[in-house]
């Protein structure tokens, strides 16, 4: 009977997912935490019809750069298993809003098996933490850690073919004493849940008939640490709640409620344009909430925070009934052991190249929040470079070879492209000794010379949602492509080698970005240094936000879950 | 400034709220944990513009009574303080859909300050706990257990002039062993998040890739103990659940899910038409939800419950991921303590008297499942009933006296009524010895033995929502028209006094009673034993259980989460 069922799932799975072939799953227990090894043959057919074993790519992580590249995967000669402790996708940039229930968590999150299931693709998904990458062996090592109730926590193991590393990144601490116990952090959905339990928690002990004024005060007193997008946005949404709802149902509190914001730079939101920063910063001044720059946090208490003056050297101490921590992001520990396994130290994320590989690893790539691009420098290559060009071997390059390199050598290394715009020259002036004497022959010093300035235009690339989404896609129509790509590559000369590289090199697109600040007013900077302040860019926020929804499903709640604030004001309970 | 825009806040409060008087806080701080005396001495004006006092109603909990309590005061005379750990009005009947994700959480709560404010009443709120009652001194004592990291718990006592307790009770595990510790229990609104976070952990842990079969088989068998109303629906819930939406995103495991109902009675919903009773075992069981009758569960354990066969007496023991307990309900320890102090030993719950007030108490009023109304036996007052009735004192009593009385007994006793229409009888026939000579004269043996079978009509009102909510307005009434009440009073005859009662005695009304039994069938039995089920009653629920939300926003919530289920099924992210 269970058989016969058994049978009839399975056929019915076949016939939905034809790219599907029969599995078989080798899976054994340690006793004991039990530790399984797990291997899963599948196979697909090439062109010519004879079958070969899928290759398989695990992928670690949900999150932006995650989930973009399991969305993006369209080729079934995959065998792809993503695993996460989060068994769903979260619209982060709307996590603020949570915070006060303008939007409900629910509708900022879409199940991961969900969006792989409209992939069409055969893709696996496990709920685990990879607590161990093991390159030299293609193993990941991961941790089940479900409630303790059902027994403690399940140990795997996952081969694979090629890894995918998108496990983003933690809050960082900078060590502060204090921070880890009684802060909160903004990164999960479960924080923001949190910081909205803790807020009407607050509220409601505040208005116990028991507590004195200065307690009242101390409570109310909330304390945001970092004067970035994220930290200013809570700070706007909470200021919002407090006066256009709680005021209503406390009115007798609403004087006590005081919200500070701690930066240790010299102003806010200072990686926008001037004009934002400042509009912001008085809008803050206007609500009553403190902006306090140029303070350095030093040590979190449990009722009271204390932080440096920059200048003064001065510590002020601040009483307070909640902190949130939103002063950037390190890596997590899974991530820094790897790094230590290939010798990457002191760095801040997992160094790649250009094609988002994991520098001495070959079937490794990381995206998102837990990399970094290690833009190769054209001083390094300059001899390869110019030997390249000079065709002939005279150790002398004319414009003519030059310019024959030129488009590769701009593809390869983007930093003089920019080099050039910002100097508003072209590749040929680079090189002419005068203006006289336009076509020009010149040695390899010369050639240095003329490029030293190059590399100064290099810079890294923000740790934003834009940037990490724009990478899956990336790497997924990589993998697409793949096999045709080895057979006709479309990527730059190689300088160091022979022929072409595979793949066109990652670049990143900036499309602008938001800063809310509350009372309905957004200010966007958008590409071209294109900067708008007030209600119309709210407008463009929302539509903006609602558009990149990940499912209509979500699409259709988050503004669902606007209209409702619209109507009916955010919600106080206490669940 | 603080104080100018305090004076602001408070003078706008009072134009808001002009009923509202001046008022004076006292309020002192024992050290250690705190224990602070509360008093709050508020004034309101009479008819003839003198000033006195205003009354303090303490209202305990924020449940159907309570809320509906609340909700139902319009007297302005009354300075009431609501105490209770939630800060919010619960829509218990839609919890089974809660656990699943049919309807939000948010949906069905309503924060108590929202529903008092809208009274336009002078209402306070503490989110505490009442932990003990006093009546000699006319104070509870409140403790507040917000989260530690705060700062431990408060507490405080409040003086009342009427208390009025409406905690709830909890659920009854009747001291089966493992049950606090490994079953799930469906009374909260919290109870249910943590069921819904359960169940998709359990598939999530299931569908791990080193879970061996038997116990994936383990882990999704999900057992229900109690065939009442909620464990029939959360049964239903989450077969639709399983069937119409994880089987999609989980296909392997669709298989291996098992839900067993267990019931100790010999039929589930038996408390409905038997009609209803067999529909709904017929359906579950096409449906293959196992429904294990008479086997009582003797233990519970981590990972299997055991259960024991009416008839056989026989053991059986069942593998289990997940047990949800809904048997009945008990009453709360500090229920339990007041009882003892009044000498209600062994008891289920408070008992009152047809006006819901608390037995051996004048100023203690107790609605809803925390409270059991006992009704008055006309056995008990037979004598003086007669002696009333016999206004000459001539020791016998002819029909004319007697009829004279007719009206009060009948509604002093309402199980009088009750029996007369039971045996299609009047008044007169019960008294007159033959047909042949209707006008007759009894003496009071007589009288006794005519009335001896009516007693056996009374029978407790059941525990729900409806029976707390009518509750709740009644006592509201009562108390907003209690000083023209004092004057003429309403009620009926004091036999065992002189004059009358102030108030009718409280008489609940019953509109009938819903079980949903999944696929879109509800059961539905109306007043009149009238009995509908299928898809034509489900929409009589839908529309019945839209129309009852407490409030706009909610009423809104649920539709559009109704909606939502409809066009996109149910989220099965776990947060």
Not at 184 to 194: G, H, I, P, T
Not at 339 to 355: C, P, S
Not at 526 to 533: A, E, F, Q, T
């Amino acid at each position: 009977m269970s058989w016969s069922s058994f049978y009839h799932t399975a056929s019915r799975v076949f016939h939905e997912y034809p790219s599907w072939s029969k599995s078989v799953v080798v899976c054994t227990i340690i006793s004991g935490g039990g530790l399984a090894a797990y291997s899963d043959t599948r196979s697909a057919y090439s062109d010519n019809g004879d079958q070969f074993p899928k290759k398989k790519v695990v992928v670690l992580g949900t999150g932006w750069a995650g989930t973009s590249f399991v969305k993006s995967m369209k080729n079934s000669s995959y065998d792809i298993h993503v695993v996460s402790p989060r068994n769903y996708f979260a619209f982060t940039p709307l996590l603020p809003s949570v915070t006060c229930g303008t939007v409900e968590a629910r509708s900022i999150v879409e199940p991961i098996r969900n969006i792989s299931r409209k992939s069409g693709l055969d893709v696996q998904f496990s709920e685990a933490e990879c607590y161990k990458i093991d390159p030299k062996n293609n193993k990941v090592y991961c941790r089940a850690s479900h409630d303790k109730k059902l027994g403690g926590t399940e140990e795997f193991s996952l081969d694979y073919d090629y890894l995918v590393i998108a496990m983003g990144a933690r809050s960082n601490t900078f060590n502060t004493p204090g921070v880890e116990e009684h802060a909160y952090f903004l990164k999960e959905v479960e924080d923001a849940q949190r910081i909205r339990h803790k807020v009407i928690n607050l509220f409601e002990r505040a208005s116990l008939p028991c507590v004195p004024v200065e307690e009242k005060k101390r409570l109310l007193s909330f304390v945001i640490v970092g004067g970035g997008p994220t930290g200013v946005e809570f700070a706007a949404e909470l200021y919002d709640f407090v006066h256009e709802d709680l005021s209503k149902l406390y009115p007798s509190l609403k004087d006590h409620v005081k919200i500070t914001l701690l930066e240790a730079g010299y102003h806010i939101l200072n990686m926008f344009d001037k004009r934002i920063t400042e509009f912001a910063e008085e809008k803050f001044k206007r609500d009553g909430i403190d902006v306090k720059l140029g303070s350095m946090v030093v040590k979190v208490g449990e009722k009271e925070i204390s932080s440096k003056e920059r200048g003064s050297g001065e510590v002020a101490t601040l009483p307070h009934g909640m902190v949130v921590w939103s002063t950037g992001i390190g890596a997590r520990p899974e991530v820094v052991d790897f790094m230590k396994q290939l010798g990457q130290i002191n760095r801040r994320a997992l160094v790649t190249d250009e094609w988002l590989r994991v520098e001495g690893c070959d079937n490794i790539y990381a995206l998102g929040d837990c990399a970094t691009i290690n833009q190769r420098k054209v001083m390094e290559d300059i001899a390869v470079i110019f030997s390249k060009a000079d065709k002939e071997n005279t150790g002398m390059l004319d414009l003519k070879e030059f310019q024959n390199v030129v488009g590769d050598i701009i593809e390869r290394y983007p930093q003089v492209d920019i080099y050039l715009k910002s100097q508003m020259k072209d590749m040929a002036s680079l090189l002419s000794k005068s203006q006289e004497s336009p076509t020009t022959v010149v040695d390899i010093e010369y050639f240095k010379q003329a490029l030293s300035k190059v590399d100064s235009q290099m810079k890294n690339l923000p740790a934003t949602a834009q940037v990490a989404a724009q990478q899956g896609t990336y790497l997924a129509d990589c993998f697409n492509r793949m096999e045709l790509c080895e057979r006709y590559p479309e990527g730059p000369l190689r300088f160091r080698g022979t022929g072409r590289h595979r793949f066109r090199a990652f670049r990143y697109k900036h499309f602008g970005q938001f800063a809310p600040l509350g009372g309905e007013q957004t200010a966007a900077q958008l590409p071209g240094d294109w900067v708008s302040i007030g209600h119309s860019s709210q407008w463009l926020w929302y539509s903006v936000y609602a558009s990149k929804q990940v499912s209509w499903r979500t699409k259709a709640l988050v503004i669902a879950d606007w209209g409702r604030r619209f109507l009916f004001g955010r919600d106080s309970s206490q669940i």
